[in-house]
């Protein structure tokens, strides 16, 4: 994540190493100084008039001595007054080298937390299969057609029945059957059709002579034309 506060500067910085480092160069600078010599001394002495008041720290473990003697150090101004004379805080080579250490490890953690984000607006879509242009279906100039009405769906088509004509004239020949007609024109009984029902013999037919009118007999049928 990107560096927005001093605590986060710190922090990085001391992950860096860089801090480390300063801290062994300010030591051996620290104890070449004259003022560390006097340093020591007031250390010591601090030590053995608590040593001496407290006479049951010399039957305690030494992590626990040591605990309690660096409290008791801690004290007095002793450290605050020794690090305000070292020369080396006020050289402005040492401060440019501090300045230029921290915009380093700044720099270093603003490009690490930028590198993904950038990776990841650069790179493709590895998992995403485009099919090749040729393998792509089109849709232009195809001609979709409805589906055809099923049996079930159609209407059903009824044949039509031709209207019987009119009945023949006298005239016309009578319509050709299958029946064989029986004339007799000796006898004045009417034609039959095989004993079917009896029809008048008509001028129609080329057998037929006009011996004029024909005693009328009881069996005829009058039929009033008028």
Known sequence: MPIETPAALVEEFKKSG???RIRRELLQEFQKDDSYTAFQGKIEEIVKQRLAKAQMLHYLPQDMVQKELGQEVERYPIVERAVADVQLFSDPTFIGKLGDSLQKVLQTANEKSSA?????MTEPE??????PAETTPSIENTTITAPSP?????APVIPRIPSPGPPPTP????????QSLSIDATKDTPATVDGALDAPQTSADPNFEDAGPRPSSNNDMVVDKN
Do not use: G
């Open 171 to 178: 005239d016309q020949p009578p319509l050709e059957s299958t």
């Open 126 to 131: 590895k998992d995403i299969l485009v099919p």
């Open 18 to 20: 860089e801090f480390d």
């Open 116 to 120: 993904p984000a950038t990776q990841q």
């Open 150 to 154: 099923t049996l079930i769906d159609a």
